[in-house]
T-cell receptor, first 112, second 112 residues
């Protein structure tokens, strides 16, 4: 099925560990974004990309890196996990001129 | 800080009633979008209104935009229990790379 695929769905990390959250879309969308959602809160933009090879920072970029080597993939790397990064992470994509974002189902990350 | 702020934070109504949610934002925008999130799921795009539009309809949804007051409202008519969800507004600016920023959301509960 076409859409945005996020893996893993759940992850527990120890403080200081690093990991990569994967995001892939098969709709040939130009724009992709990563958001985090803390309990009872809205989404905060971490990083976004307007095309392969182009990324930029969002509202809360510290502690995260991204790259966009292909149109399809937009991985999010946690450099050294901290308990404050415990959250649900959503990846989303949209095409230029398309109204709204298509969201993945999220990755629930716990840092202990 | 988040660009959009929804009001009220929570809303409880009876099935069949109308639900109105408001969103205020801080800077000039290119468009404003509304999304729905069912508990524990990804967000689903509902409707987009551009900065040069004042009102838009989609099924039981009616969105208004007042750029002079930097505010928008989402009206759901004849609500159903299945409308129970969190609703978020999101704004995209035409400067700063087209990033889309979300508000904190309104939690709607429709009682059957």
């Amino acid at each position: 099925n076409a859409g945005v695929t996020q893996t893993p769905k759940f992850q527990v990390l120890k403080t200081g560990q690093s990991m990569t959250l994967q995001c892939a879309q098969d709709m040939n969308h130009e724009y992709m974004s990563w958001y985090r959602q803390d309990p009872g809160m809205g989404l905060r933009l971490i990083h976004y990309s307007v095309g392969a090879g182009i990324t930029d920072q969002g509202e809360v970029p510290n502690g995260y890196n991204v790259s966009r080597s292909t149109t399809e993939d937009f991985p999010l790397r946690l450099l050294s996990a901290a308990p404050s990064q415990t959250s649900v992470y959503f990846c989303a994509s949209r095409d230029r001129g398309v109204d709204g974002y298509t969201f993945g189902s999220g990755t629930r990350l716990t840092v202990v | 800080s988040q660009q959009g702020e929804e009001d009220p934070q929570a809303l409880s109504i009876q099935e069949g009633e109308n639900a109105t949610m408001n969103c205020s934002y801080k800077t000039s925008i290119n468009n404003l979008q509304w999304y729905r999130q069912n508990s524990g799921r990804g967000l689903v795009h509902l409707i987009l209104i551009r900065s040069n539009e004042r009102e838009k309809h989609s099924g039981r949804l009616r969105v208004t935009l007042d750029t002079s007051k930097k505010s928008s409202s989402l009206l759901i008519t004849a609500s159903r229990a299945a409308d129970t969800a969190s609703y978020f507004c999101a704004t995209t600016r035409n400067t700063g790379g087209f990033k889309t920023i979300f508000g904190a959301g309104t939690r709607l509960f429709v009682k059957a």
